[in-house]
């Protein structure tokens, strides 16, 4: 692979490397900010319906508290006469004749037992295991909720506690109970326009962390997450359910807090398990809770469609880039291959290089070259110039092989002459 090839190549992968990581980022911060949008969201919606419930149990509250201090029911009380519960009545009926959410009410002795009601099948029943009985047998006005043993119908219970001066001394004589019907949830979720929001189940909860309201129909009478054993004591005490078999989610940490009767709105992530994020919210004055999970389908669904966007227009600016700056590369590639031909034919010539071009570090680069040639053809000459002229040495020398020479011919002619001696005298020897 060439020079070109690889540089487009790492260009391609890096620009590639560069999408990935832009839309991994866009994503994270996208979703950060929908997420904490959404928990921003959840926590108007949760209190707003928390409030508005409230109100509702205020409204509760002044019902029967004011059906306690009629002078009707403590009559019947002190004499349950057929005149006095007629009496007594026409007064509940009355008072309770603008309230469309109501059930039916009546009129507890101190033993518990049902001596009036607007609802008959009730009469002669004993109630004295409701909270709701025992509360205000203890001069409190409270608000419970439960599935109704006899109706088997689930409401909400707001009694209160009918006094009456006994010998100068403030006594309970009885308790008077008003069963709404459980719709509170929902008015609450129509009226206030919340059915199109991000949070998939709302619930109202009690002190137990029983779920009597929600508009998740498998969530109904569970409770939040598993509860202690004594808050399964006093639920079955209670008969608040129809059944013992309780069930109960999986939000283990809101129902810690719910039955610690925590104040105020708090968000609860469950340990061991991040989807399970929830949120929590005490209506001020009782020990009821609205309580929903996060549901991000919409914000999903709007994180998906950025995505999609961003997967669709980031990979076409960086293609829109990579190609022009390929183009950018390519170009600066040509004039260098151009410049790499041309000086490995200069070198090879041994000949300068003779450029047309405005890139400064190639014509730095040929500057350099030439001077390098010009420097390789001066000591080339100064070589041969010093080769040619002889120096005083040179003559000397010259001078000292003629005289070598000579002395070597004179040498031979010597050793001739011995010879022909030497061969004269054996000559005259022999003769």
């Not at 909270?131 to 203890?138: C, D, E, I, S």
């Amino acid at each position: 692979m060439g020079i070109k090839s690889k540089v487009l190549v790492t260009n391609f992968v890096t620009y590639l490397v560069y999408m990935f990581i832009a839309i991994a980022a866009v994503a994270f911060v996208i979703r950060g900010q929908l997420t904490e949008a959404a928990k921003q969201e959840n926590k108007v919606i949760v209190e707003s319906i928390g409030n508005v419930i409230l109100q509702d149990f205020v409204k509760f509250e002044r019902s029967v508290t004011y059906l306690s201090q009629e002078q009707t029911a403590k009559d019947f009380l002190a004499n349950p006469s057929i005149e006095n519960f007629e009496r007594t009545e026409v007064v509940v009926r009355n008072t309770l004749a603008g309230a469309d959410d109501y059930d039916f009410a009546y009129i507890l002795d101190t033993g518990g037992l049902t001596i009036f009601s607007t609802e008959k099948e009730l009469l002669y029943n004993n109630y004295d295991f409701r909270p709701y009985f025992q509360n205000a047998l203890n001069g409190r006005v409270t608000i419970t909720s439960a599935i109704g043993v006899t109706t088997n119908e689930p409401g909400f219970y707001a009694s209160a506690p009918i006094f009456e001066d006994i010998d100068g001394k403030r006594s309970v004589i009885g308790v008077i109970v008003i069963k709404f019907r459980p719709d509170l949830l929902f008015d609450t979720i129509e009226q206030s326009d919340f059915d199109n929001v991000s949070i998939s189940d709302i619930s109202l909860v009690d002190q137990h962390g029983l779920i009597f309201e929600t508009n998740n129909e498998t969530q109904l009478y569970k409770t939040v997450g598993l509860p202690s054993v004594g808050t399964i004591s006093r639920i079955e005490e209670s008969q608040i359910l129809s059944s013992n078999n309780l069930e109960y989610l999986g939000y283990n940490k809101v129902q810690e807090f719910i039955e610690e009767k925590r104040e105020g709105y708090y968000q609860v992530v469950e340990e061991g398990n991040t989807n399970l994020s929830s949120s929590v919210y005490k209506i001020p004055g009782y020990n009821y809770f609205v309580f929903s999970q996060f549901d991000f389908s919409d914000y999903g669904s709007a994180l998906q469609n950025i995505l999609l966007l961003v997967v669709g227009i980031v990979p076409f600016i960086l293609l829109i880039g990579a190609v022009l700056t390929s183009r950018i590369i390519s170009q600066q590639l040509k004039v260098f291959d151009n410049f790499l031909s041309s000086i490995q034919s200069a070198i090879k010539n041994k000949a300068k290089l003779v450029l047309d071009t405005t890139v400064p570090q190639l014509k730095e680069t040929q500057d350099i070259y030439n001077d390098l040639i010009d420097d390789m053809y001066k000591i080339t000459n100064e070589s041969k110039s010093n080769t040619n002229q002889k120096t005083p040495y040179d003559e000397e020398i010259e001078q000292l092989k003629s005289e070598n020479e000579k002395l070597k011919t004179r040498l031979e002619e010597t050793e001739k002459f011995s010879e022909e001696i030497t061969a004269l005298l054996k000559s005259n020897k022999n003769d």
